[in-house]
């Protein structure tokens, strides 16, 4: 099937350019208009690189650095030439002459973005002020002037975004909640391709993105767009625009250095020292008689990652009282993954026999007396003892980035292409676990072929997990390299039960004989039983590898050297093949705008186990189509808009998806604004079919064959309840089981619903004050999310699987069991919420531009989860209530001299994951930068920092800590103006 659909994939791709190169080259080539110029600003200053379009068409051209261009179009006047460039204001030149040789152009330079053209809102070309629903956009200047260290980390200025912090190269955009270090919710296109890796399911930030010298603009939509985009584009959608070769020709070059890990914490885990960052990048581009044009990108960047330095205890509940919790688990300290409950030590079988041995043979205490003493051991849940993230993880981030693009216009109306986008590097993502991304790659293939009323395309995204690796597991395998869990464990309890026997001994006289009143009267001293704890943690990592070490060294790469379950390593080479179609009918049509697309996907899962259930392979077929149209009343007035989209996946049920919208214009460049949106998301291919054990729990896909494999509700219960049993078993309840609810109806996955109300105003006040606000309310349905349960099994055999007979139902003597959590007994599953989840949220933000180039901005944004969390479920909201940006900036405060300085603050707000728990401090930072071009050499130089006052803090709750990054840039462009 999967080698079918290839090669379907592949026809698809060869018909689409032989039929448009047929229907194109037939077209009338004899008529023709001749156009020359020239396009200054109001100084009389030449601009180049100015957009020169044909409205209708696709063929057009760039002014060169001097400002002239010249231009020929296969078409009898008249023609209505385009005239745009970031920061100043477009302009329609209407053409009437077969031959135009002294076209003189005059822009004016604009400040404010109000006159902006996005075509995301409804997959055409329209004003940002007459777009139906909130979108924000920056164009080239923002992007080079950003105060940030990277254009990317920018869009947390924009409305409504929210950014979280994997690592020093992988961010991640949401908006309007529910955020997450993986974020599901959202689509992120680069040139009209998904740059969601196959296997994760989500953007992977800007690690396969263009470089800031290739970036002409981004679109950035929040809410639900699925009426238009598809499936998951639930929270909202991206579009990174790249330059055309065709309109920004030449040479561009960026060298920056700088530094991170300022005034940094080496007890804590971070490097000694500052550390050195680097990145360079080169863009070159040209074009042939504007019928030819390529070009070609790099970019390197290299630095130290963040750390994580959070050694707080995701077990506390665990502890009794005592000065060190026995079940430590910190949350970036890796190998302390799980836990056993000692008790089970003393059960009658051939481990307590084999523990009664050995103590006996210590301190000849016959054997007999100590297997009641070890019958006596607490009923403790235990942890192994983990390393800090320092010696596990791969902290030298670096990303390498490869483009090129091939463009050929047919004739003046169809231009076809084909590009190529590569991502490599090393980063850590937090997902369940912490994962190193080490020499992890991602490529793209593209094919298309567009006019002025059509796009066809096809695309496929081809990753490799590289030697990419979960830390935990690392951790994991030292540490069961230098003792297994079952010795370590046993060489706990016999010291434990030593330190006992000996305590009562002293009670006793010197008479060592069991005593249950001496025993109960021990195990009821805290103090007494905490200094057993840690003896008995001191014998086990008596040789315990030290970080550092050969001994050390040599486990870990030994844990590196293979591949989940038996080591650490991904071996993930999943993919999907994307073909996509639009027709605009403007020109069969004109009493009303109408829009159609298609499209189809196929996902390819090919983790060879590591990740996915799917040794074979796994396919995954999507299709999904669209019709959208629009008419406007009382002389443009009131504009109508209406979609429907209608999309099916091979597991679920097909979706339809509404969206209705309405913009009102009440005064010039006064717009109101308000829509109803629905949404959907499928469960992602690892909500599907992950089947991947975490240590701690196994994940499961929500897909019912999964459910049956583990026999997950066989006597299973809630992990919540399990959590409130073991509370009362450590407070000595002898009713503790009661509290436990059993897990016996699984209901497979299904896709999530979202409908979303949305009011706004947009307006241009004058020409000095551009204001936007807008409220939303969501109702989702169907909400996914994960759910836990853990199961009473016991591998009877140590062979590392559960049969059916080894799942054991709850009896006084089973009950214990649930106190240890591993892969082998907790489940962690892909479901649905059943009841309405409900929130809602506002923006509010204006850029005002004041005299003598200085322009302020800012905006506030609130987001507000009116729903109560449901027990039991991983339901992450994960976002501040409150968050505001404040800007000033100027980039032509003298001839050569600008700067931007950006404020933002964001309240606390509780974070919530399979990974971590806990409370994500308030924030503030401030970035600058200062600039200052090199008229003569076509250069920028810019110093400036991101976070400058070093404010220490975390964007998630398990991701790295953030510090100061201070840099210093040269660009070079050679159509710089």
Not at 43 to 66: W, Y
Not at 644 to 659: A, H, M, T, V
Not at 675 to 692: E, K
Not at 751 to 778: H, S, V
Request: net charge negative.
């Amino acid at each position: 099937m999967s080698n079918m659909i290839q090669r379907v994939f592949t026809l698809c791709m060869i018909l689409t350019f032989c039929v448009c190169s047929t229907i194109t080259y037939a077209s009338n080539i004899e008529d023709e208009t001749v156009i020359s110029g020239i396009v200054t600003d109001v100084d009389g200053e030449p601009l180049a690189g100015v957009n020169i379009r044909v409205d209708g068409k696709v063929i057009g051209t760039s002014t060169r650095p001097d400002g002239t261009f010249s231009l020929t179009v296969q078409q009898d006047p008249p023609i209505t030439l385009i005239v745009s460039i970031v920061g100043f204001t477009s302009q329609r030149v209407e053409i009437t002459e077969a031959v135009v040789d002294d076209l003189e152009i005059v822009l004016q330079e604009q400040t404010i973005s109000g006159g902006d053209l996005v075509v995301s809102a409804s997959r055409v070309e329209e004003s940002i002020l007459e777009a139906p629903v909130t979108i924000e956009r920056q164009d080239a200047i923002q992007i080079r002037t950003a105060a940030s260290d990277d254009y990317y980390k920018a869009l947390s200025t924009l409305k409504g975004v929210d950014m979280t912090t994997s690592s020093i190269n992988f961010q991640i955009v949401n908006a309007r909640g529910f955020n997450s270090t993986g974020n599901t919710r959202m689509v992120q296109l680069t040139d009209g391709m998904d740059t969601q890796a196959p296997a994760l399911n989500f953007p992977i930030g800007n690690l396969n993105g263009p470089s800031q010298l290739d970036v002409e603009s981004m679109e950035f939509i929040p809410g639900a767009s699925s009426a238009l985009y598809g499936p998951n584009a639930f929270n909202g959608i991206l579009l990174v625009n790249s330059k055309d070769p065709f309109n920004y020709p030449g040479l561009s070059v960026m060298v920056k250095s700088g530094v991170n890990h300022v005034d940094s914490r080496p007890t804590l885990g971070e490097p000694d020292d500052a550390q050195p960052l680097f990145e360079t990048a080169i863009r070159y581009a040209k074009s042939f008689n504007n019928k030819f044009a390529f070009k070609v990108n790099f970019s390197y960047s290299k630095a130290e990652d963040w750390r994580g330095i959070n050694y707080s205890d995701k077990n506390s509940s665990l502890n009794n009282g005592f000065a060190n919790n026995p079940a430590y688990d910190g949350v970036h300290t890796y190998g302390d993954d799980g836990t056993f409950n000692i008790a089970l030590l003393g059960l009658p079988g051939p481990t307590r026999t084999q523990i009664a041995q050995n103590v006996s043979a210590q301190t000849g205490v016959p054997e007999s007396e100590v297997e009641q003493y070890l019958a006596a051991l607490p009923a403790q849940p235990v942890a192994r003892t983990g390393y800090r993230e320092e010696y596990l993880v791969d902290s030298g981030a670096e990303n390498l980035k490869l483009g090129t693009s091939l463009h050929y216009r047919l004739n003046d109306a169809v231009e076809a292409s084909y590009t190529f986008n590569y991502g490599y590097g090393t980063s850590v993502y937090s997902g369940a676990q912490r994962y190193s991304l080490k020499n992890f790659n991602i490529s793209q293939h593209k094919i298309q072929v567009e006019g002025d009323n059509f796009m066809v395309k096809a695309y496929g995204t081809f990753e490799n997990s590289g030697d990419s690796y979960i830390a935990d597991f690392v951790g994991f395998s030292i540490n069961d390299q230098y003792l297994n869990t079952s010795q370590w464990y046993g060489a706990y309890g016999g010291t434990f039960a030593g330190g006992l026997i000996q305590a009562a001994a002293q009670a006793q006289g010197g008479d060592p004989s069991y005593n249950q009143a001496t025993v109960n009267a021990i195990l009821s001293n805290t103090a007494v039983v905490s200094q057993f704890h840690a003896a008995a943690r001191a014998a086990a990592d008596a040789n315990r590898f030290a970080p550092g070490s050969d001994a050390f060294e040599n486990a870990k790469n030994t844990a590196l050297q293979n591949v989940v379950p038996n080591g650490a390593l991904f071996n993930d080479q999943s993919r999907f093949l994307h073909t996509e179609g639009q027709y605009n009918f403007k020109n069969e049509i004109d009493f009303m705008d109408l829009q159609a697309g298609v499209s189809f996907r196929q996902y390819q899962l090919r983790s060879n186990g590591t990740i996915f259930d799917d040794d074979g392979g796994v396919e995954i077929n999507e299709f999904g189509g669209f019709v959208q149209g629009s008419k406007s009343f009382m002389e443009d007035r009131i504009k109508l808009i209406g979609s429907l989209r209608y999309d099916k996946n091979e597991n679920f049920d097909g979706q339809f998806n509404p969206r209705i919208s309405t913009v009102i214009n009440t005064f010039d460049n006064q717009n109101l604004r308000a829509s109803y949106q629905t949404g959907f998301r499928n469960p992602t291919t690892q909500g599907q079919y992950i089947d991947l054990n975490v240590l701690t729990a196994r994940l499961l896909g929500g897909l019912p064959f999964l459910a049956d494999k583990y026999n997950i509700t066989q006597s299973a219960f809630t992990l919540e309840s399990v959590q409130d049993f073991t509370t009362q078993v450590l407070a000595g309840n002898p009713a503790a089981a009661g509290e436990l609810v059993p897990y016996n109806n699984f209901e497979p996955v299904k896709p999530e619903q979202i409908q979303t109300f949305e009011i706004g105003y947009k307006g241009l006040l004058g020409d000095k004050l551009f204001f936007d606000m807008a409220y939303y309310y969501n109702i989702y349905n169907d909400f996914i999310a994960q759910f836990r349960v853990r199961q009473i099994n016991q591998d009877q055999n140590s062979d590392g699987v559960i049969q059916d007979s080894e799942i054991l139902p709850l009896t006084a003597q089973t009950a214990p069991l649930l106190l240890s959590g591993s892969a082998l007994n907790t489940f962690q599953v892909y479901t649905n919420v059943d009841n309405e989840v409900e929130s809602q949220g506002a923006v509010v933000g204006f850029d005002y531009s004041l005299p003598s180039n200085f322009k302020v901005s800012a905006n506030y944004n609130w987001n507000k989860l009116i729903t109560d969390q449901n027990e039991g479920f991983i339901f992450d909201y994960n976002t501040p209530e409150h968050k505001v940006n404040v800007g000033l900036s100027n980039r032509s405060l003298t001839e050569s001299l600008g700067f931007n300085v950006t404020w933002r603050w964001q309240d606390e707000f509780r974070w919530v994951s399979s990974f971590a728990d806990g409370t994500v401090p308030a924030v503030s930072t401030i970035d600058a930068q200062v600039s200052y071009k090199l008229n003569s050499l076509n250069s920028i130089v810019k110093v400036g920092g991101s976070n400058i006052t070093n404010n220490r803090h975390i964007l998630n709750y398990g991701g790295p800590s953030l510090g100061a990054i201070y840099y210093v840039s040269l660009t070079f462009d050679e159509f710089l103006n």
